[in-house]
């Protein structure tokens, strides 16, 4: 298991970051017909490689977005009213019509272990992130464009898909340069 060390992932991100969006934007329209099997394989691989008890970039510089359900359950948990909980902790962003947090790093980290105080009934936008087996993939890669930059778990899963599907490329066009060879003899 990886530790994070986060300035090297900002290096990393800022040599790299035209190369692998540019992948992403021209994925997103050409993917391989196996991309969803192929994104629960790299997760699965992510996930034995990276520590995020180390990290905790995205509770430092990301907010997640808040349902109602999700206000409900934690100012509940909280023994709060929702609209103490809110006028507390959360503005409405106009822009992305969702409830947000005001403050970064996120209220609920514990800044001292990294981990989240309200963990077991968090916003089901941060049990889901980085969100690299929604499914079908097709309409959410995009999102993972911003996300490399904050998230080195996402970096990987970008790093080792396109590492994949060229893979799969050299592999399919190998095969076609064989038959052309064997059938036109
Ligand atoms: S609620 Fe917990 S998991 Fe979500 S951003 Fe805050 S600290 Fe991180
Ligand atoms: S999900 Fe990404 S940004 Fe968040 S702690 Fe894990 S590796 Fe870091």
């Keep these: 298991m990886q530790v994070i060390n986060l300035r090297l992932h900002r290096k990393k991100y800022l ?3 035209k190369s692998l969006r ?3 934007t021209k994925t997103e329209n050409n993917l391989p017909l ?3 099997e192929m994104a629960d394989a790299i997760d699965k691989e992510v996930w034995t490689e990276i520590d995020c008890l180390s990290c905790a970039n995205c509770c430092k510089t990301m907010s997640p977005t ?3 359900q999700d206000m409900k359950r934690i100012a509940a948990h909280l023994n709060m009213k ?3 909980f809110k006028a507390k902790w959360l503005y409405f962003d106009k822009r992305e019509n969702d409830w947000m ?3 970064r790093p996120c209220q609920f980290l514990d800044k001292k272990t990294n981990m989240c105080s309200i963990y077991e009934v968090r916003p089901a936008d941060c049990s889901g992130f980085p969100h690299l087996t929604k499914k079908p993939m097709k309409d959410y ?3 993972h464009n911003q996300n490399i930059e904050y998230c080195p778990a996402t970096y990987k899963w970008v790093e080792k898909l ?3 599907i060229l893979l799969q490329k050299v592999m399919i066009n190998s095969i076609d340069q064989a038959e052309k060879i064997i059938y036109d003899k």
């Design 22 to 24: 540019y992948f992403i």
């Design 141 to 143: 890669i995009y999102i």
């Design 101 to 103: 947090n005001v403050k």
């Design 162 to 164: 396109k590492e994949r």
């Design 82 to 84: 929702i609209k103490d």
């Design 66 to 68: 808040y349902t109602f």
């Design 15 to 17: 040599l790299n970051k």
């Design 34 to 36: 196996n991309i969803d």
